[in-house]
């Protein structure tokens, strides 16, 4: 007789991260670690770092700059291999580069470039034009977003291209206000994306499009800011999309609507990536508020219910979740800690920049400002805890960081500088 074992809720989460890391080809060390930083936002997609004991300090001592290299202005966040850090960028206003380096050094390895730029609107143009999307690894190939709406696959130690994806050509969609703007989500031989006023899953060998699903005319804004992830919610496993005006639940496979909820929006600007938690969903939107949908199911339909809502406005920043809770930098500059079972604000900071990339590990927080600016926080839902703060650029920097092993990827404006990260002998 075969005894069955219940596994805890956070074990089965655990097991099914791990699962989806084996299939999109990164290996996880020993004590549980990678070397890579794989996708947008890390390698399990919500920007919780796995591996040893973060230290406790920005100081000079622990905490020292390997390598610096300038480069054409970008806001796609770094990705990491073990030998690897591609990086993205928009030259003279016309062309999108690809470039390789060396992990230990920064020395260029190759570079590949295509005509790629436009223009964002005018509300949004002092802030640039630069390529958005942060690409995607699955340890062989590089999967890039293009402003002008394409997805572009690169053989990883190349830079050779393999196939490219104009959505505006394939659909007839709008070409979008702000580009390509959604990071591709992996999984295993699949690929998903916000692309051509729609979302679309593509097979990542040969970038057929199996299905598109959420088609809309674009309006204004063309495509969704957000970026879609994969969880399992009332049971069933699925693509969770916030598109331009409503949060869906999508059946990979078949590209079926499972469920979707209206997300108030200003201008359709819903830009963080939505946050499960157990069977609901986080998100919140500019000039609106944050909420709490739960998901359920009964007799083969779901249902979404509202758990919650609060007056605490999103922006572009997407919140770790930690204990129960979300660490969440908002439209007006500050911090702030939401209990997600309850709704309560336990607090809020003074101001610090426009946004904040945000990781996390155990109950530390690391956060790059916009304004060149690291943030090491504790996460502490009694108060706001500030352990440390360190200037690491003179330039502005959008683009989501990266953390791998002991090592940060900080990518600038025009510039990728690496820093190592660990306790001093002094310590």
Known sequence: MTKMIKLHPLAKLLLVATVALIESGIVLGQDGSTPNWN??????????????NWPTSLSQKNLTQLWRVELDSSYSGPIVSETMVFVTGTAEKKTEIVCALDRKTGKELWRI???????????????????????????????????????????????????RVDFVEEFKSPLPAFG????????????????????????????????????????????????????????????????????VGVDP?????????????????????????????????????????????????????????????????????????????????????????????????????????????????LALDQKGELLLLKANPKEFELLGQRKVSDEETWAHLAVCSDEIFIRELNALSVYVWKNSKAD
């Open 180 to 247: 390509c703007v959604s990071s591709p989500l992996l999984d295993g031989d699949s690929l998903y994306v916000q692309a051509g006023a729609s979302l679309v899953k593509l097979d990542k060998r040969t970038g057929k499009v199996i299905w598109r699903v959420l088609k809309d005319n674009g309006g204004m804004m063309g495509s969704a800011f957000s970026s879609p992830v994969l969880a399992s919610l009332a049971g069933q496993w699925q693509l969770i999309v916030q598109t331009r005006e409503k949060l």
């Open 113 to 163: 470039q295509w005509p790629g730029a436009l223009s964002v609107p005018f509300f949004a143009a002092s802030n640039g034009s630069w390529i958005r999307s942060t690409p995607a690894f699955d340890g062989e190939n590089l999967f890039v977003g293009g402003m002008r709406d394409v997805l572009v696959s690169l053989n990883a130690q190349t830079g050779k291209e393999q196939w």
């Open 253 to 365: 496979q078949s590209g079926d609507v499972l469920w979707e909820q209206k997300v108030p929006s200003f201008r359709g600007m819903n830009i963080l990536t939505p946050v499960v938690f157990g069977d609901g969903i986080f998100t919140s939107s500019y000039q609106n508020k944050s909420w709490l949908f739960n998901i359920s199911k009964s007799e083969g339909k779901f249902q979404v219910k509202e758990a919650w809502n609060n007056k605490a406005q999103g922006y572009m920043s997407t919140p770790v979740v930690i204990d129960g809770h979300a660490y969440l930098h908002l439209q007006n500059q500050r911090f702030t800690c939401i209990n997600l079972t309850t709704g309560e604000r336990t607090w809020t900071s003074t101001p610090y920049g426009k946004y904040s990339s945000l990781v996390a590990q155990k109950d530390l927080i």
């Open 39 to 52: 996708q947008w936002r890390g390698p399990t997609r919500d920007g919780l770092v796995p591996g040893s």
